[in-house]
């Protein structure tokens, strides 16, 4: 009703838990994917990269956010990357040529900006949007938006505002 997502987990933690609940161990599978497994390993939607050489990359936390852009601004390919802590050289590695805008939801600006600033460190061409910060009003930062948020809450907003400033 809200158009929030539920955090239930992922699968390998419920089961986990399961495990740990009953008193049983783990099967061997289970526990070779806790212990080796890389957790959302790439940004969702990197497989439109090829074909999309002339789009500025825009950067996302939440793949609903990369969905609905993708939608609301076709010149520049969303990804998300799923969390602030996966927003780093090692998982941004195959746009790390191109320009990078990143949308962080409301209240993380700085958090990304220090992300930025170790990019842009290692060589990467990164901008962090402020468009939020500048724009939302008290209660979207009560209800902690993000950029998708913020465009769907107002049809007539995407015509207001350019979306995605160029680095």
């Known amino acids: 009703t809200t158009g929030k997502r539920v955090k239930n987990g992922w699968i390998h933690t419920a089961l986990k838990s399961r495990y740990n609940r009953t008193g049983q161990p783990l099967p061997e599978w289970l526990q070779t994917y806790q212990d080796n497994a890389p957790k959302y390993p790439i940004p969702f939607a990197l497989h439109l990269l090829p074909?999309?050489?002339?789009?500025?990359?825009?950067i996302v936390e939440a793949p609903k956010t990369a969905v609905v852009m993708s939608a609301i601004a076709p010149d520049?390919?969303?990804l998300a990357i799923g969390a602030l802590s996966y927003l780093n050289a090692e998982r941004l590695a195959a746009v790390k040529d191109r320009e990078l805008i990143l949308y962080p939801d409301l209240g993380a600006f700085d958090k990304w900006s220090d992300k930025a600033a170790a990019l842009r460190a290692l060589g990467f061409r990164?901008?962090?949007?402020?468009?939020?910060?500048?724009?939302a009003k008290g209660e979207d930062h009560v209800k902690g938006y993000d950029i998708a948020d913020y465009?769907?809450?107002d049809a007539a907003a995407p015509a207001?505002?350019?979306?995605?400033?160029m680095i």
């Open 51 to 58: 074909g999309s050489e002339d789009k500025p990359v825009a």
């Open 151 to 153: 465009f769907l809450k």
């Open 160 to 165: 207001q505002y350019q979306v995605l400033p």
């Open 76 to 78: 520049a390919l969303c």
């Open 126 to 135: 990164v901008a962090v949007s402020d468009l939020l910060e500048r724009n």
